[in-house]
């Protein structure tokens, strides 16, 4: 869905500005006032917004409780890091013409009165953690801020203090899980800055954010304020969805398939520092990057010159899988991939184009490299691919998406879920982003472009980790890049490194022996 308008895209541009994790919670009456400079906050004397920006209240309702999402779950839960509250998304938009913070005060007010992700809080019981949604009743998430009387190095370290006071004022229990503030600069122009909890948006959200706002906007600047109508599927109904679907004699019969996997073939990866707690020396602050990168002339011969290969990131994990195997001296490796979650094949009657919510996905891939880099036969779905390509394994895998998770954290019955929390954890976490050169710039018509100005720490530097390795790709201005992150106090920057070559090597082996085929 393309809508028009000042904002079309930006959300693209932003998602390079967000990275996901953890800081005390803080109240919920707003920012502190250190940092917080010319701030003028919306709410009306009461303290309550109400989707006319008056001083009014919507109708009083209570938390409703929905079940807690497996991607929820493995982080609030296995993961138990300091602090969960800091772990965000974010981003700070600049143009030249006045922004009316009244009228932004109204488009936040709607996106947050249609969305319930935006209004998600999580408690934590004797029964363990429980998601619920918040009313609509609670105070608007939204300041102004004038900082036309500053000079341009003043106006830099008042946004950055902001931001980065913004970044920790999320509260997973109180709320709110949204900020968003605007400032004046004067003749440098305007800024747009949100912060936004990963536990109620994803990257993918940040298109039907951005679309819903510039219809929001756009509504009020031209004096017909639109009330948008409710999500095809809330996040709710799909929470419930998803939790049918755990109890489901559907998913049952996947069962065995799971457990039949060669889980105990499985090793651990080495490390160069050994850590004597666990995951704890994997933080945040310890987070360091190795970029690979591939020639325009490489990325074409893996993306295009390889017709009888059509699931192209089977060279990928192919690829993964010999280096992992190589490593840790076992055929047999585990690396989880990430998805965008929003699996609506699973359902006849689903719709999350224009949802907000936190979807993500992880899904195992347990793959045993053969003699000949395979385990099986060279056939897929028909087709014949290299004999060295992984495919016979992971496309069958791939195709059961989050159903794993749904085993492991949410079905009702505890025999499979203890079975499945008994499995060896993926350490390698690999994500596929595909195509995204088409993010290199905001459009034209747009009257926002991404601001220079730093948003903060999106993670809490004490935040815990949850895979030693994160590795991600994409195809950017044609040419295919990976980001190896790691902790510099479980491995070497050289390990990581060798790692990063490693895969090069495998991967370029693959692609020449599938261009002779």
């Known amino acids: 869905m393309a809508r028009g308008g ?13 990275a996901p994790v953890a800081s005390p919670a803080h109240a919920n009456d707003g920012l502190s006032a250190t940092g917080s400079i010319g701030a003028t906050s919306l709410t009306g004397s009461n303290g309550k917004h109400g989707l006319n920006g008056t001083n009014g209240t919507k109708p009083a309702g209570a938390e409703t409780s929905i079940p807690l999402l497996p991607n929820v779950a493995r982080f609030l839960v296995e993961r138990n890091t300091p602090d969960p509250d800091q772990w965000n998304l974010g981003v700070l938009l600049q143009r030249t013409e006045p922004l009316d913070a009244a009228l932004m005060a109204k488009a936040v007010d709607g996106l947050i009165d249609r969305h319930e992700a935006l209004r998600m809080r999580f408690h934590k019981g004797s029964n363990g953690w429980e998601a619920l949604v918040a009313p609509t009743t609670e105070p608007l998430p939204f300041s102004s801020h004038d900082l036309s009387a500053l000079s341009a190095q003043e106006q830099r370290a008042a946004i950055e203090r902001q931001a980065d006071e913004m970044q920790r004022s999320l509260s997973l229990q109180q709320g709110p899980l949204l900020r968003v503030a605007s400032f004046d600069l004067g003749p440098n122009g305007q800024r747009l800055l949100v912060i936004v909890h990963h536990f109620a948006m994803d990257g993918l959200s940040w298109r039907p954010f951005w679309d819903d706002f510039d219809q929001l906007l756009t509504g009020l600047r031209e004096g017909r304020p639109r009330t948008l109508p409710p999500e095809a599927t809330s996040f709710t109904e799909w929470a419930h969805r998803l939790k049918q679907r755990a109890d489901s004699a559907e998913l049952r019969d996947e069962v065995r398939a799971w457990l039949d996997l060669d889980w105990a073939d499985v090793r651990p990866i080495p490390l160069d520092h050994a850590s004597g707690n666990g995951n704890a020396g994997n933080t945040n602050e310890s987070a360091r990057e190795v970029v690979l990168e591939f020639s325009v002339d490489e990325t074409r011969a893996i993306f295009q010159e390889t017709p009888g290969v059509p699931h192209k990131v089977d060279f990928l994990l192919t690829a993964l899988s010999e280096v992992a195997a190589d490593w840790t001296g076992s055929k047999t490796v585990l690396f989880d991939m990430m998805g965008h979650g929003r699996d609506e094949d699973a359902f006849d009657d689903v719709d999350l184009f224009e949802t907000v919510g936190f979807f993500i996905s992880y899904t195992p891939m347990v793959l045993t490299v053969g003699s000949n880099g395979s385990k099986g036969s060279s ?22 998406g989050l159903d794993f998770d749904l085993l492991r954290y949410m079905t009702s019955d505890a025999t499979v879920r203890q079975q499945f929390s008994a499995l060896p954890r993926a350490q390698i976490l690999f994500n596929h982003l595909g195509k995204r050169d088409e993010l290199d710039t905001v459009p034209g018509a747009s009257e926002f472009s991404l601001a220079a100005e730093s948003i903060g720490n999106t993670h809490a530097p004490s935040g815990i980790r949850y895979y030693p390795i994160a590795i991600s790709s994409q195809v950017w201005k044609d040419q295919l890049r990976l980001n190896f992150v790691y902790s510099e106090n479980l491995h070497t920057r050289a390990t990581v490194e060798a790692l990063a070559e490693a895969f090069r090597a495998k991967l370029m082996g693959l692609v020449a022996v599938a261009t002779k085929s």
């Open 6 to 18: 000042f904002f079309e895209q930006a959300h693209a541009e932003a998602s390079g500005q967000a």
């Open 379 to 400: 056939e897929s779905n028909g087709s014949t691919s290299s004999p060295r390509l992984l495919t016979d394994q992971i496309q069958p895998i791939m195709r059961r």
